[in-house]
């Protein structure tokens, strides 16, 4: 009886590590690392690059009117000069929640409307987006290395570094999301160890039938609601993993109660543990995207915002009020642009990528290209050819391709070896991924692919931690040591080769030429 006690309380207590002090200085080490290759030479170019036309701007419009506004032709060229003279007095229709813009705008509101300031806070959130990945990875893997092999992988992707060093949306969505994805977990090992907590006081080896405590209140449940709510505050899509993660949550807290013992009863944790799992993570981040609005909603020169005054005896104002009735309208309004012809169905764009190749980086997107720089000019020094500026889109290739590999093994290990590990990263692929594939008709790109590349980099950590092995009995690590070595050191060098892609530095055409690997299609 007694070993059945300790079995049980082992199991439900598993994810407890004992070098917390060692695992936050790994995370503090390389996110700080993170930090400083994204913020090195962040402001150059010193223009608005690719969509920072329109995100760099609509955050500088809201600090200065709570809503977006419509910018002269010739404002990109003003705002390099200094001149913000082109914005102009009327509200403009944009798609997308507001929290990333006004993340955006609080780097420049405090060091001003120029490339340093609209960039700045991408910097902060790409680094955070290392220490979430660092920290869900080290929990789930039970082990700080693993983790440190993760923060690593991320910190030196080619699509992840570009991303954090623009004034896009991606960056900001992507980040809340794996803060959420590691919050439930922290959580499922919160509730398995109060479990553990519930038998040990009470001192019976198991639940014996009964259902269990409640423990409706899950502190990092409610952290994860917070997050979810703030990643659907930056774009809509991550809906997705919100009701992806629901479902799994239920079945780790069935999962949980059947290891205490619960029986049969195990199933009421649908009708108890599940409504509350609702309310944590759906309705707590129903505030935090309406909170985002509140600009929009406490000023009257916003797009639509006058909609509902106009409209009184519409459902929907009569219903939510005036002004949450213009709201829902202009949701309305959003939703069929990015459902219909707004979005250009069957229109084709030359970077457009589709999900199907995502996976395998088939087709990166162009940034930035400066083309046919003479020799003489610009510190060009190419003798019978010229020199080009290029910032591409593109993760580091050979990390990509290891992870794709990664992930075929992942779904056997999850599904055939029921190591529930490899399902977290493996379900927030796929509501990060999947969903897209219904709008394939229309041009996608391959940026969005940002929220899968901290998953699928943890997978990969996993993979090598797998092949790594436990550190005792193992007479042979030392030469899988070596592998595992081997195999980061040269996904390292190989976004070294990528870096002038990245960064808009001077190459000659042979040079760049060099690292186009699948040719045409990265060209």
């Given amino acids: 009886m007694l070993g059945d006690v300790l079995t049980t309380l082992q199991a439900l207590r598993d994810g407890r590590l004992s070098d917390r002090a060692i695992g936050w200085a790994v995370t503090i080490g390389i996110t700080a690392l ?22 760099a701007k609509d955050a500088w419009a809201i600090l200065q009117s709570g809503y977006e506004r419509n910018w002269t032709e010739n404002a990109n060229d003003l705002i390099v000069q200094g001149d913000l003279s082109g914005m102009q007095d009327t509200p403009s229709f944009v798609v997308h929640p507001p929290l990333g813009k006004l993340l955006i705008g609080v780097g420049e509101h405090f060091f001003g409307m120029n490339s340093f300031g609209w960039r700045i806070s991408a910097v902060v959130f790409g680094s955070l987006l290392v220490f979430f990945t660092i920290r869900l990875a080290r929990r789930l893997s039970r082990s700080t290395l693993i983790g440190a092999i993760a923060g690593l992988l991320l910190t030196f992707d080619g699509l992840a570094f570009v991303m954090s060093r623009l004034a896009l949306l991606d960056i900001f969505q992507a980040t809340f999301a794996v803060a959420a994805v590691a919050a439930l977990v922290a959580d499922r090992d919160w509730f398995r160890h109060r479990l553990a907590d519930h038998l040990e006081r009470s001192g019976q080896p198991d639940l014996d039938g009964k259902f269990g405590p409640l423990l409706l209140w899950r502190p990092w449940r409610v952290v994860a609601g917070l997050m979810f709510g703030a990643s659907c505050a930056v774009k809509w899509n991550s809906i997705y993993l919100i009701a992806a993660f629901g479902i799994l949550v239920v079945f780790w807290d069935i999962g949980a109660r059947r290891l205490a013992g619960a029986g049969r009863k195990q199933w009421l944790s649908i009708v108890i543990d599940a409504p509350a799992a609702f309310v944590q993570l759906v309705v707590v981040a129903i505030p935090v995207y309406l909170a985002s609005w509140l600009g929009w909603l406490t000023t009257s020169g916003g797009y639509a915002r006058s909609w509902g005054a106009e409209n009184p005896d519409d459902p929907l104002v009569q219903r939510f009020g005036e002004a949450l009735g213009s709201l829902f309208h202009y949701h309305q309004l959003a939703y069929n642009f990015h459902t219909g012809a707004g979005m250009m169905v069957d229109a084709t764009h030359p970077y457009e990528a589709n999900p199907a190749g995502w996976l395998l980086m088939l087709r990166p997107i162009g940034i ?19 020199c080009l500026r290029i910032i591409s889109g593109m993760g580091t290739p050979l990390l990509w391709w290891s992870a ?120």
């Fill in 368 to 386: 930035e290209a400066v083309n046919g720089i003479e020799p003489g000019e610009d510190g060009c020094t190419a003798v019978g050819t010229t």
């Fill in 34 to 55: 993170a930090f400083f290759t994204r913020i090195w030479n962040v402001d150059f170019p010193n223009k608005l690059l690719f969509d920072e036309t329109y995100y």
């Fill in 404 to 523: 794709l590999i990664a992930i075929i093994f992942a779904i056997g290990w999850w599904v055939a070896g029921r190591d529930w590990r490899f399902g977290v990263p493996l379900v927030a692929i796929a509501a990060a991924w999947l969903p897209w594939f219904q709008y394939a008709g229309r041009p996608l790109f391959f940026f969005y692919a940002i929220m899968i590349i901290p998953f699928s980099c943890t997978i990969l950590a996993m993979a090598l931690g797998k092949l790594l092995g436990p550190r005792d009995h193992n007479p042979k690590r030392w030469l899988k040591a070596m592998v595992v070595g081997i195999i980061i050191a040269v996904i390292l060098w190989n976004f070294a080769f990528i870096y002038p892609i990245l960064t808009a530095d001077l190459l000659t055409r042979p040079e760049w030429l060099m690292r186009m690997w699948l040719g045409n299609a990265w060209i």
